[in-house]
């Protein structure tokens, strides 16, 4: 399995006057989406729990939506 690591960002956290980056590990296209979705949104939303809502692993490396 390849894992490729994304940089998002820069982002302004709330209340926060410095930049903030954002480093994910994704191990798929799926993951990557669910992340960019994130960001676009720009809240201070866990990215962990938006994976866990939008993406489900599930054995034999194939994914469910």
Do not use: A, H
């Not at 799926?30 to 809502?53: A, G, P, Y």
């Amino acid at each position: 399995m390849v894992v490729q690591m994304d940089i998002l960002g820069p982002f302004y956290l709330r209340n926060s006057s410095t930049k903030n980056y954002i480093i994910v590990s994704c191990i798929d296209d799926c993951t990557r989406k669910v992340v960019s979705r994130w960001t676009e949104r720009k809240r201070s939303t866990d990215v962990l729990d938006v994976l866990l809502q939008d993406w489900i692993y599930v054995p034999m490396g194939s994914q469910r939506k």
